[in-house]
């Protein structure tokens, strides 16, 4: 009779423990695979309201919060190319109720261009999902004498001195795509840096820059005719640009950088939880509102597993550090 009460005891004591010990879990936000997401998600955007990263994080945000039956909330940290962001998710708890919708800018430009960073992208984070591509198109003003990709590299080996293109700022994509284009077509230009996108292109359509490269979310400015694409970066035609080359079609496939957007969280998250967040952002893609909103923004949905994340942002990783060796790319601390 004792030995059957001490067992019993025993078995009860464990059963009361693993209670506590879920209690304990949910009450401090340790994250298990059966009771996530038990409260908000909170999806810091590095960047300012309004832009092409926050809109697309809000679209995401409102399909995920519908799937999982938890409010996700978008939290704007803009500053230092995005890293001020990145900085506070990756010392957030490793927990899956934060996440980073981060940019080819915010993981690989700022890390691997701004010595003295303190990001260490694959240690500091663990990859969820990449969202979607976004390619840029080539473009000048409408005024401009160059109608044409070849009009453009003629006059950049004839007259170097002569051509200049404009970005949103050194170790912005346009600047590496500035750069990508100067190496791939062995011609010259100057480099001319702006605090923002839409300040080089009202230069440009000005006559005070030749060219530059631009993100779909400035295509008013194409249908309005004050801009004039020349060709567009990545493997397909833009969608809303169908009579555009690619510069692949054109002979030039060195030129190529797409902007991606995805998702990362702390690096100690569980597994059981990125793989959860995974298969629940995937599937909110193919919501009618992601996808009509992803063509008139001009960018192609992806959907990637974690894996193949990991590699996309090794790859890009390399590439803008071979590029910024040969081109000598430096961003100020």
């Not at 005024?143 to 003629?154: C, F, M, P, Q, Y």
């Not at 077509?185 to 005070?208: F, N």
């Not at 079609?249 to 969280?265: A, R």
């Amino acid at each position: 009779m004792s030995l059957k009460y001490n067992v019993a005891s025993k078995k009860l004591s464990v059963s009361l423990f693993a209670l506590f010990l879920t209690s304990v879990a949910s009450q401090h936000g340790v994250a298990t695979a059966d009771n996530y997401p038990s409260r908000p998600i909170t999806i810091v955007v590095p960047f300012s309201p309004g832009g092409s990263t926050d809109i697309q994080a809000r679209l995401v945000a409102k399909g995920l919060s519908e799937r999982v039956g938890q409010p996700v909330i978008v939290e704007n940290r803009p500053g230092a190319g995005g890293s001020i962001g990145a900085k506070a998710v990756a010392s957030a708890g490793a927990d899956g109720y934060t996440l980073l919708f981060a940019s080819t800018s915010s993981l690989v430009s700022e890390p691997v261009l701004r010595s003295g960073g303190n990001i260490d992208v694959l240690k500091d984070f663990a990859p969820v999902t990449q969202i979607t591509d976004m390619p840029f198109a080539f473009v000048v003003s409408s005024k401009s004498r160059h109608t044409t990709l070849a009009s453009i590299i003629e006059e950049g080996k004839k007259q170097p001195s002569a051509l200049t293109y404009a970005s949103w700022g050194s170790g912005s994509a346009g600047h590496l795509l500035g750069e990508m284009f100067k190496q791939t077509t062995k011609t010259d230009s100057l480099h001319v840096p702006y605090k923002g996108e839409a300040l080089g292109i009202a230069d440009m359509i000005g006559g005070q820059i030749t060219m530059m490269f631009f993100t779909p979310f400035n295509m008013s400015h194409i249908t309005n005719g004050n801009v004039r694409p020349l060709a567009v970066t990545g493997a397909n035609r833009m969608s809303p640009l169908p009579n555009v080359p690619t510069f692949i079609e054109l002979g030039y496939g060195g030129i190529s950088l797409p902007m991606w957007f995805g998702f990362v969280t702390p690096v100690k998250t569980p597994t059981a939880v990125i793989n959860y967040l995974n298969k629940e952002i995937n599937l909110s893609l193919s919501s009618t509102q992601f996808v009509q909103a992803a063509q008139t923004m001009g960018v192609t949905i992806i959907g990637s597993s974690p894996a193949q994340f990991t590699e996309r942002i090794q790859t890009d990783a390399k590439l803008v550090a071979d590029l910024a060796r040969t081109a000598n790319i430096k961003m100020d601390n």
